[in-house]
């Protein structure tokens, strides 16, 4: 079945440029420097998912030219992955049903507690707001939305338990510094991979960039995207040129036909 990915968002909770700063990347003039919150799209066939609602959700849809989204996949609960749901409104009113969203239980629990009003009665409903389906998933065992099989890949994000998801031959993993031996087999044979590398430095709960390029060459996908960047990544143009063959920076509206 055909897949095509979209890199919706690729920089990290801030985005660049970061608000107040004068760094060379946050001033830069190439496009592939600017950086809204990351998250990707997901074409399966003809099934729309996409994998976290970021604040820049709405910003993101309009400069892809995306108008529907089946189902969304959440990897975590952090603001700058879901802070965007409320935006998904008009497509809930255009595909005139609720909107299915996936996620652990503790997830899910902060979703309720975010957006309670998306989870009311028709009754208590107020008029125009957004209408959600919680869709509890383990975490440890694959599932399926709207016939499309997705595997999860359980990562630690300092010592918090994420999510990344596994496509057919696509894998996508953000927001992590730590994969269990036990995801690295899920990993096998994936020709395409995503990963967090956020800067140069050490950090608590995110892979720097050689140790994103270490991961890289374990899984040995054919080609690997590196997001969720900060502005302390350095200037795209010349981080690029350092990389080894098969590695990329992804940028936003990056496009791979999977």
């Given at each position: 079945?055909?897949c095509?990915v979209?890199?919706?968002?690729t920089?990290t909770?801030?985005?660049?440029?970061?608000?107040?700063?004068k760094?060379?990347?946050?001033?830069?003039?190439?496009?592939?420097?600017?950086?809204?919150r990351t998250?990707?799209h997901?074409?399966?066939?003809?099934?729309h998912?996409q994998v976290?609602?970021?604040?820049d959700?709405?910003?993101?849809?309009?400069?892809?030219?995306l108008?529907?989204?089946?189902?969304v996949?959440l990897t975590?609960?952090h603001?700058?992955?879901?802070?965007?749901?409320?935006?998904?409104?008009?497509?809930?009113?255009?595909?005139?049903?609720p909107?299915?969203?996936?996620?652990?239980?503790?997830?899910?629990?902060v979703?309720r507690?975010?957006?309670?009003?998306?989870?009311?009665?028709?009754?208590d409903r107020?008029?125009?707001?957004?209408e959600?389906?919680?869709?509890?998933i383990?975490?440890?065992?694959?599932?399926?939305?709207?016939g499309?099989?997705?595997?999860?890949l359980?990562?630690?994000?300092g010592?918090?338990?994420?999510?990344g998801?596994?496509?057919?031959?696509?894998?996508?993993i953000t927001?992590?510094?730590?994969?269990?031996?036990?995801?690295?087999?899920?990993?096998r044979?994936?020709?395409y991979?995503?990963?967090n590398?956020?800067r140069?430095?050490p950090?608590y709960?995110?892979f720097?960039?050689d140790?994103?390029?270490d991961?890289a060459?374990?899984v040995?996908?054919?080609?690997t995207?590196?997001?969720?960047?900060?502005?302390?990544?350095?200037l795209?143009?010349?981080?690029?040129?350092?990389?080894p063959?098969?590695?990329s920076?992804a940028?936003?509206g990056?496009v791979?036909e999977?």
């Amino acid at each position: 079945m055909s897949c095509k990915v979209i890199f919706t968002g690729t920089g990290t909770s801030q985005g660049i440029p970061v608000i107040g700063c004068k760094c060379p990347v946050c001033t830069s003039q190439n496009p592939r420097d600017r950086r809204t919150r990351t998250s990707v799209h997901v074409i399966v066939g003809d099934i729309h998912l996409q994998v976290d609602v970021g604040p820049d959700f709405r910003q993101q849809m309009l400069a892809n030219q995306l108008d529907r989204v089946d189902a969304v996949l959440l990897t975590h609960e952090h603001m700058d992955h879901l802070a965007g749901i409320d935006d998904l409104r008009p497509l809930i009113f255009n595909q005139k049903r609720p909107m299915p969203i996936y996620g652990t239980s503790r997830v899910l629990k902060v979703v309720r507690q975010q957006f309670p009003y998306a989870f009311a009665s028709e009754e208590d409903r107020y008029p125009g707001a957004p209408e959600l389906k919680a869709v509890e998933i383990d975490g440890q065992k694959p599932f399926k939305v709207e016939g499309v099989s997705v595997i999860p890949l359980p990562v630690l994000h300092g010592n918090w338990p994420v999510l990344g998801f596994r496509m057919g031959n696509f894998s996508y993993i953000t927001d992590a510094n730590q994969i269990p031996n036990s995801t690295y087999a899920l990993l096998r044979g994936s020709e395409y991979l995503v990963l967090n590398a956020l800067r140069k430095e050490p950090h608590y709960s995110h892979f720097t960039l050689d140790e994103a390029i270490d991961v890289a060459k374990k899984v040995g996908a054919r080609h690997t995207f590196l997001t969720h960047i900060s502005h302390d990544m350095g200037l795209e143009e010349e981080v690029s040129r350092m990389l080894p063959a098969g590695i990329s920076l992804a940028y936003d509206g990056l496009v791979v036909e999977c």
